[in-house]
């Protein structure tokens, strides 16, 4: 009877403590959703960690304190709360979403990649699944899963642009304009989306938009430096602006001092049939070295297009005697670049 009794009192004994946990752990869990609904995520953590202390299963004590963390930008903690809600219900899809995120943000792609597929019905799982495979140079898994967020969400700025250089990586720079285009009007403010945007175009010889496209980025705060007035300065000239090409590039030149800059101008100009401009860029080159026989050359050849037919072939006579290399250009047109 002593041994039944002695029994009987434990497991009462037991019982009110188990009672008295669980009643700590849910009370320090209420303390604590009273301070996070109040943004005093400090003191809303410490709570949560109090019934986590009384309850080592707490998942929505793990849950909440990694909402706190995020909030204070604890995201170490964070996700190491989020993990322990995970192997307490890892079909919990909040719980799956937010280790995506977390895993995305933390450039593991792997892993990010992992829970984004047990993400069913996530709105953002495609999205991540897209983007990361793109950092991990997956192109065409990159692009199934852009297609579909870009159609389901036409102003999502991020993947028109990841999808753009999904393209670009995969050398299908047609395919690629589309998507840089919406990408640079949905988010003016990334200037260099812009700038890249116009260099497509330049390669794609499409001259007039990569001006319209160099000058949005500038506009936008994009650095003015020697390379962008360099691309912008040919892309002037190409599409017919020659005083401000002109201008942009012949500061290069003042700048690096580089007489090659001289020699693009004479031939480009040449090549656009602006011979009296032409002319002044070899006049520059001959005054730079008299024995310049490849801009004599050029000199010559827009004379004659000029009609100085008998000036012009003087002047081409002379330079190859100077350089008689140049006699097997004699027929064809000249390209003083390729020299």
């Known amino acids: 009877m002593k041994n039944l009794l002695f029994i009987l009192c434990v497991f009462i004994a037991n019982s009110i403590s188990a009672t008295n946990i669980a009643d700590s752990s849910q009370y320090y869990f209420s303390q604590g959703m009273v301070e996070k609904n109040a943004q005093r995520y400090l003191t809303a953590s410490a709570n949560f960690d109090k019934a986590i202390g009384f309850n080592k299963s707490y998942t929505e004590a793990y849950v909440e304190n990694g909402f706190a963390n995020k909030e204070m930008r604890k995201t170490d903690q964070a996700k190491a709360n989020f993990l322990k809600a995970y192997d307490l219900q890892p079909s ?15 450039r593991q792609w792997d892993k990010a990649l992992e829970f984004a597929g047990k993400c069913v019905g996530c709105d953002n799982a495609e999205r991540i699944i897209g983007l990361s495979n793109y950092e991990k140079e997956n192109y065409v898994a990159a692009e199934r899963s852009l297609l579909k967020v870009v159609a389901k969400n036409p102003e999502d700025a991020q993947a028109n642009y990841i999808l753009a250089r999904t393209y670009m990586d995969m050398e299908q720079y047609r395919k690629s304009v589309p998507f840089y285009e919406k990408a640079a009007s949905l988010n003016p403010e990334k200037n260099a989306w812009a700038y890249e945007l116009g260099l497509l175009y330049y390669n794609n010889n499409n001259y007039r938009s990569a001006v319209t496209a160099f000058e949005t980025a500038g506009k936008n705060g994009f650095p003015v430096s020697n390379d962008y007035n360099e691309n912008y300065g040919y892309a002037l000239l190409y599409s ?17 001092g580089n007489v090659e800059m001289l020699r693009d101008l004479a031939q480009i100009l040449y090549e656009q049939k602006q011979y009296d401009r032409s002319l002044a860029y070899c006049q520059r080159l001959i005054e730079s070295n008299p024995k310049d026989a490849k801009a004599l050359y050029q000199a010559g050849l827009s004379f004659q297009k000029m009609g100085q037919k008998e000036k012009g072939q003087g002047m081409c006579d002379k330079a190859i005697e100077m350089d008689p290399s140049l006699a097997s250009k004699r027929t064809k047109s000249m390209d003083i670049g390729a020299l």
């Open 92 to 106: 919990n899809m909040a719980i799956i979403k937010e280790l995506t995120n977390l895993y995305y943000d933390y």
């Open 240 to 256: 017919g602006q020659y005083a401000k090409g002109e201008e942009k590039l012949f500061s290069i030149y003042q700048k690096k």
